[in-house]
């Protein structure tokens, strides 16, 4: 919790740790570390919850997020496609999210890397994602999507 102390911070990597717990949510608090902080890597620890609703509209100068190989639950956050528009890493591969993915990660402009597999994801997967100009990685196996082939993954 104390993270939310270093004025300056701009790049936090935890991975590969046996780090317990939830995601703090003091982390997403105007004034706390997400006002800055570009590269956030907590991957393949033991953390688990969900994602903070203080995390939903916070964050947007960030470019990296990978909290990957988790036990993090629940829904995306939908507000992400608004607020992390620098946003050109997005790993969340090997969590327990049971949600469906939402429409608005489609405004994520500046993605590159995507990848929710190995979660539990529902739904479809929205033709709106062929609008992402910079996608380059586009991984979402292993979930429970439904219906149609998405259009746009047809097209080369």
């Known amino acids: 919790q104390n993270y939310a102390n270093f004025g300056k911070l701009v ?20 004034g706390s570390v997400s006002d800055q902080l ?4 907590l991957c393949a620890n033991e953390l688990e919850g969900t994602v903070p609703s203080q995390w939903h509209t916070s964050f ?9 190989v988790n036990a993090l639950t629940g829904a995306l956050p939908s507000a992400w496609g608004s607020t ?9 591969h090997g969590n327990a ?8 990660w489609s405004q ?15 739904g ?16 979402i196996a292993d979930n429970r999507f439904t219906g149609l ?4 993954m047809l097209n080369s």
Request: with cysteine; hydrophobic share 40%; proline share 5%.
């Open 149 to 152: 082939l998405p259009s746009f």
């Open 97 to 104: 999210f049971n949600s469906f993915l939402p429409e608005q």
């Open 11 to 30: 790049h936090i990597d935890l991975c590969e740790n046996r780090l317990t717990g939830e995601l703090p949510s003091s982390w997403g608090n105007a």
């Open 84 to 92: 992390l528009t620098n946003l050109q890493l997005l790993d969340l």
């Open 60 to 68: 947007g100068a960030l470019t990296q997020m990978n909290i990957s």
């Open 108 to 122: 994520l402009s500046s993605v590159q890397h995507f990848d929710v597999s190995r979660n539990s994801l529902s």
């Open 38 to 41: 570009q590269v956030l890597m």
């Open 124 to 139: 479809t997967v929205s033709s709106s994602f062929a609008s992402l100009p910079s996608l380059g990685i586009f991984i």
